[in-house]
C-alpha cells in the first residue's frame, strides 16, 4: 500500500509543482526526483501484482493470467494519452495563448517587439491531468483496501511460514 501511495502522490505533486521562475533550480531537481520515485514505484507494483495474480490464478492458467498485467498497463497508457488530448483540446479551445516567461518571468519578445507566446495548455494546462490523478489514487487505494490476501500467503501465514524479518530491517 505505501508504494501504491508513492506512486500516486508523486504524480499528484508533479502537477503542484512550481516553475523555474519560482523555485530556480530546485524545481527541475524535485520533478527528477517525483518522476524517480514513481518509476520506482511502479516497479515494486508491478512485481506484487504479478505475484498476486499469479497466487490466484488457476495453476493451469497463471501466464494466461499474468499477462494480463502488460496488456492493462499499455491500456492505462493510451487512455492516459486520450485524456491528455482531450483535455489540451479543451484548454487551448478555451483559453488564450500565455507569454512566454524568462527566468526572472518578464515576457519574453520577438525580433519586431511582440510577446512570444504559448498555448494555454503548455503555459498550465499540462497540470490538469497530474493534479486529477489524485481522484485514481483514492479509488485504487479504495480498491487495494478490498483485496483479499492469496491463498498461498494464508496457508503459510496459519503454517507461521512466513518471513520473521521485515523488509526494511534487512
Excluded at 505505501?2 to 521562475?21: E, K
Excluded at 496488456?71 to 488530448?85: E, K, Q
Excluded at 524568462?102 to 498550465?124: H, I, L, R, S, Y
Aim: aromatic share 10%; with cysteine.
Amino acid at each position: 500500500r505505501r508504494v501504491h501511495g508513492i506512486m500516486g502522490l508523486s504524480t499528484f505533486l508533479v502537477g503542484l509543482l512550481p516553475g523555474y521562475q519560482s523555485w530556480g533550480v530546485a524545481a527541475p531537481i524535485i520533478l527528477v526526483g517525483l518522476r524517480m520515485a514513481q518509476g520506482l514505484a511502479l516497479g515494486g507494483e508491478y512485481g506484487g501484482a504479478a505475484v498476486y495474480v499469479a497466487e490466484h490464478a488457476p495453476p493451469n492458467q497463471r501466464g494466461y493470467f499474468t499477462a494480463f498485467i502488460q496488456t492493462t498497463a499499455t491500456l492505462g497508457l493510451l487512455l492516459s494519452l486520450v485524456i491528455i488530448l482531450m483535455v489540451q483540446g479543451y484548454v487551448n479551445g478555451n483559453y488564450p495563448d500565455q507569454p512566454v516567461l524568462d527566468a526572472v518571468g518578464a515576457a519574453m519578445m520577438n525580433a519586431d517587439g511582440t510577446p512570444q507566446m504559448m498555448k494555454a495548455f503548455n503555459a498550465w494546462g499540462w497540470r490538469i491531468p497530474f493534479l486529477g490523478s489524485i481522484f485514481l489514487l483514492l479509488v485504487s487505494l479504495y480498491i487495494r483496501l478490498q483485496m483479499n490476501e492469496s491463498p498461498a500467503f494464508k496457508k503459510m501465514k496459519e503454517e507461521g511460514a512466513q518471513s520473521k524479518a521485515h523488509v526494511l530491517c534487512v
